[in-house]
């Protein structure tokens, strides 16, 4: 679909987001269409050539945010593909007299339209049809809307990206399919891809990575991606947990329907995107993702629970539980992070149940050093990605320990999954580097499909980790 500038005059659907009832041409808007993303047509056959209006809610002048207005897009995106018209007119009237930002309204409404009109369809049969949209918005063209139509596009594009990776058949995104991705989709200017295999992580002694993958017939990786555009900005490390499937290995899950469990990877798939966002928009950053990919099956070869692994920190871990497996893939990409010099980490991934019992399937997790912890919640609210702190309870490591070795990979305690798994992680975190761990195992799905969430994989964390990472070189210095 292709935005643009203007009024058109030929058959086309306008669409109009109203926060009061007003009275355009032969249509009266009634207080009762004003409500929250409720979408109403009309039809007007006054006029030589017929349109077709789409009235969209958008609540009350107080309840207005950039994030209503992306949920708002996405609903009218939806409905407008199922209209016999391919060109689209969109009012931005709404935005007299709010208190909104006519730049970042723009980027917001474009990047819900796409985000809404999102559809996976690689596996049926019959695929609905998607219109190419010619939409006009009925603004002044300037070089600031210009820009806030290509970074809203952006934004919508890799998160599009990110989905697409995630809902894929795990016996189609595998480790060994999954890297290749990586390397083809990144390797360019000011980019490098390294991929280092089974022989590599032997030598690096990234014992836990190799323990989840034996259990697979494919080899687990770890995968670096370079961006630099600026090198004296922070060096910051992103690592997402890619588990392209996780069956539980030899703990093996009892649920009714695990297919999700393809979506295990969905801290690396945010990574993927967050990187692809990032270079897209040729942000002056200094990152590197480090993604450790694997699958965790069980057969003859798997990892065991009682199982002891030896980590290059010279830690001793107990498997406790086979199913408890990000964590031990996260330490060892936490561990080789000290070899890049990094100034920040930031991890993310789909690690417990209990995060989603703690918050609910809207928000993630954060913990670690508070500079972090704030200012993602803070970017949380303006992107969508929803974010809370969380607090890493000292008192609660004990719970890790082992009768056989230093520390256990689950908790002898029943209570406070997520900060458990999170003390776990911090063991293996560089000294004096500043970090934060992102819990996303509810948000990382739509449970419906609503607003400019679609039913499946939604994408989360790419729009909250480039921002971040943006952000954060802004804020900071490179430490010397």
Same mark, same amino acid.
Request: charged share 25%; proline share 4%; glycine share 8%.
């Given at each position: 679909?292709?935005?643009?500038?203007?009024?058109?005059?030929?058959?086309?659907?306008?669409?109009?987001?109203?926060?009061?009832?007003?009275?355009?041409?032969?249509?009266?808007?009634?207080?009762?269409?004003?409500?929250?993303?409720?979408?109403?047509?009309?039809?007007?056959?006054?006029?030589?050539?017929?349109?077709d209006?789409?009235?969209?809610?958008?609540?009350?002048?107080?309840?207005?945010?950039?994030?209503?207005?992306r949920?708002?897009?996405?609903?009218?995106?939806?409905?407008?593909?199922?209209?016999?018209?391919?060109?689209?007119?969109?009012?931005?009237?709404?935005?007299?007299?709010v208190?909104?930002?006519?730049?970042?309204?723009?980027?917001?409404?474009?990047?819900?339209?796409?985000?809404?009109?999102?559809?996976?369809?690689?596996?049926?049969?019959?695929?609905?049809?998607?219109?190419?949209?010619?939409?006009y918005?009925?603004?002044?063209?300037?070089?600031?809307?210009?820009?806030?139509?290509?970074?809203?596009?952006?934004?919508?594009?890799?998160?599009?990206?990110?989905?697409?990776?995630?809902?894929?058949?795990?016996? !189609?995104?595998?480790?060994?399919?999954?890297?290749?991705?990586?390397?083809?989709?990144?390797?360019?200017?000011?980019?490098s891809?390294?991929?280092?295999?089974?022989?590599?992580?032997?030598?690096?002694?990234?014992?836990?990575?190799?323990?989840?993958?034996?259990?697979?017939?494919?080899?687990?990786?770890?995968?670096?991606?370079?961006?630099?555009?600026?090198?004296n900005?922070?060096?910051?490390?992103?690592?997402?947990?890619?588990?392209?499937?996780?069956?539980?290995?030899?703990?093996?899950?009892?649920?009714?329907?695990?297919? !999700?469990?393809?979506?295990?990877?969905?801290?690396a798939?945010?990574?993927?995107?967050?990187?692809?966002?990032?270079?897209?928009?040729?942000?002056?950053?200094?990152?590197?993702?480090?993604?450790?990919?694997?699958?965790?099956?069980?057969?003859?070869?798997?990892?065991?629970?009682?199982?002891?692994?030896?980590?290059?920190?010279?830690?001793?871990?107990?498997?406790?539980?086979? !199913?408890?497996?990000?964590?031990?893939?996260?330490?060892?990409?936490?561990?080789?992070?000290?070899?890049?010099?990094?100034?920040?980490?930031?991890?993310?991934?789909?690690?417990?149940?209990?995060?989603?019992?703690?918050?609910?399937?809207?928000?993630?997790?954060?913990?670690?050093?508070?500079?972090i912890? !704030?200012?993602?919640?803070?970017?949380?609210?303006?992107?969508?990605?929803?974010?809370?702190?969380?607090?890493?309870?000292?008192?609660?490591?004990?719970?890790?320990?082992?009768?056989?070795?230093?520390?256990?990979?689950?908790?002898?305690?029943?209570?406070?999954?997520?900060?458990?798994?999170?003390?776990?992680?911090?063991?293996?975190?560089?000294?004096?580097?500043?970090?934060g761990?992102?819990?996303?195992?509810?948000?990382?799905?739509?449970?419906?499909?609503?607003?400019y969430?679609?039913?499946?994989?939604?994408?989360?964390?790419?729009?909250?980790?480039?921002?971040?990472?943006?952000?954060?070189?802004?804020?900071?210095?490179?430490?010397?």
């Amino acid at each position: 679909m292709n935005f643009h500038f203007g009024q058109q005059k030929w058959d086309m659907i306008e669409v109009y987001p109203v926060l009061k009832p007003f009275l355009h041409k032969s249509i009266q808007i009634p207080k009762w269409m004003v409500e929250k993303h409720k979408c109403h047509w009309f039809r007007d056959q006054s006029e030589q050539a017929s349109r077709d209006y789409l009235v969209v809610g958008l609540g009350s002048d107080e309840t207005l945010t950039y994030e209503s207005l992306r949920e708002a897009a996405g609903e009218a995106a939806r409905i407008a593909n199922s209209c016999q018209k391919d060109n689209i007119q969109i009012s931005f009237d709404f935005l007299e007299g709010v208190n909104l930002n006519k730049v970042n309204a723009v980027s917001a409404f474009v990047e819900g339209w796409m985000l809404g009109a999102y559809q996976f369809q690689k596996y049926r049969q019959e695929k609905a049809a998607v219109k190419p949209f010619r939409i006009y918005l009925l603004l002044d063209e300037t070089n600031e809307l210009k820009k806030a139509i290509e970074t809203g596009a952006l934004r919508a594009k890799s998160t599009n990206l990110t989905r697409d990776l995630c809902n894929t058949d795990p016996t !189609d995104l595998n480790p060994d399919t999954f890297t290749e991705a990586i390397r083809k989709h990144f390797d360019g200017e000011n980019m490098s891809v390294r991929i280092y295999g089974n022989d590599d992580l032997q030598k690096l002694e990234l014992n836990g990575l190799l323990a989840v993958g034996r259990g697979s017939r494919f080899s687990p990786y770890l995968a670096e991606i370079k961006l630099c555009n600026d090198p004296n900005k922070p060096h910051i490390v992103l690592i997402g947990k890619g588990m392209t499937y996780d069956s539980g290995g030899i703990s093996i899950k009892t649920g009714r329907n695990i297919s !999700d469990m393809r979506m295990d990877m969905g801290g690396a798939g945010a990574v993927f995107g967050a990187m692809d966002l990032l270079a897209s928009g040729n942000k002056d950053v200094n990152v590197t993702a480090l993604l450790p990919i694997s699958e965790n099956l069980p057969n003859e070869k798997a990892f065991l629970p009682g199982e002891v692994i030896h980590f290059a920190n010279g830690l001793h871990v107990q498997v406790g539980n086979t !199913d408890a497996e990000g964590r031990l893939i996260l330490a060892d990409a936490l561990l080789y992070s000290e070899r890049l010099n990094p100034d920040v980490i930031i991890d993310a991934a789909t690690l417990t149940g209990s995060i989603g019992a703690a918050l609910g399937l809207k928000y993630a997790g954060v913990f670690g050093n508070e500079v972090i912890t !704030d200012l993602m919640k803070r970017l949380g609210n303006d992107s969508g990605d929803f974010i809370w702190p969380m607090p890493l309870i000292d008192e609660y490591e004990k719970s890790l320990q082992s009768d056989y070795a230093d520390i256990c990979n689950i908790s002898s305690d029943l209570n406070a999954g997520a900060i458990t798994a999170a003390l776990f992680l911090r063991k293996f975190v560089p000294h004096n580097v500043e970090w934060g761990h992102i819990d996303m195992a509810a948000p990382v799905q739509s449970a419906q499909t609503k607003g400019y969430h679609v039913r499946g994989a939604s994408g989360y964390g790419v729009r909250l980790l480039a921002d971040f990472v943006e952000n954060y070189s802004k804020l900071k210095e490179r430490k010397r």
